[in-house]
């Protein structure tokens, strides 16, 4: 795990400068890898959780969305730690973890984006939600659902119809197959398989080869770098 002061001396930096400090010490099959995620990622459509009571569920979540292709992910109000290795698979080393303390810092941090929240009452449909701006998935507690603020301040609830004795399904898998939909309906609009920016794509790769070398390595390489930066 990178140390705080390699955080702060990569702050310090711009991401091509990483980018090339840290290069000779990627092999190339990851460098490959990293590329193909990078080719994969989205930033535009994102998830968050509000008040996760069973923090399983919540690590879970990220190791979908990751999987998926997305790398923003919001927890409102956290329980507890949502990095478990066993459940997410080292996921979180790959997806950007917002903790928020309350609601209205959340809607602060996603300005700009259409918040869709699911609740069994929700009349729309993730096939119709409209993606013409960003938007951020919101589920919420898993006995109680979204609080009350929450459902407010949505611009849509949405429901996934449940067709057989069931009555719902579990969190994390009404977020799978919510992103799965909206990322699916997402990159057929765009035309693409990802829509990251020069300017994020390159503080991705940035970030993910700081994490393909070793944390020693990492810190010595960028202190040398911000020395004679």
């Not at 810092?105 to 701006?133: H, I, N």
């Not at 938007?135 to 929450?150: D, T």
């Not at 459902?151 to 009555?167: A, F, N, T, V």
């Not at 990251?196 to 070793?214: C, F, I, K, M, P």
Request: hydrophobic fraction near 40%; include cysteine; aromatic fraction near 6%.
């Amino acid at each position: 795990m990178l140390t705080l002061e390699t955080i702060a001396l990569a702050a310090r930096l711009k991401p091509q400068q990483i980018i090339q400090c840290l290069e000779p010490y990627v092999s190339e099959r990851r460098q490959g890898r990293i590329n193909d995620v990078l080719n994969h990622r989205i930033h535009n459509v994102q998830i968050a959780v509000e008040r996760p009571a069973l923090i399983h569920n919540a690590s879970a979540i990220v190791r979908s969305a990751e999987s998926l292709g997305i790398h923003q992910f919001h927890v409102i109000e956290p329980q507890g730690e949502v990095s478990s290795k066993r459940i997410t698979q080292g996921a979180y080393h790959w997806v950007n973890l917002h903790a928020h303390e309350d609601f209205q810092v959340f809607r602060e941090q996603t300005q700009g984006y259409t918040l869709a929240g699911a609740s069994m009452e929700g009349q729309s449909r993730l096939e119709t939600l409209p993606l013409d701006k960003p938007l951020c998935l919101l589920l919420g507690n898993e006995s109680h659902g979204l609080s009350s603020e929450a459902r407010k301040q949505c611009d849509y609830l949405y429901g996934i119809p449940m067709l057989g004795m069931s009555e719902s399904l579990n969190l994390s898998v009404t977020a799978a197959i919510s992103m799965y939909v909206l990322l699916q309906r997402y990159r057929q609009q765009l035309g693409q398989t990802n829509d990251l920016t020069s300017e994020v794509r390159a503080d991705l790769q940035a970030a993910y080869y700081l994490r393909s070398v070793s944390p020693r390595l990492a810190k010595h390489l960028l202190k040398s770098l911000a020395s004679t930066g």
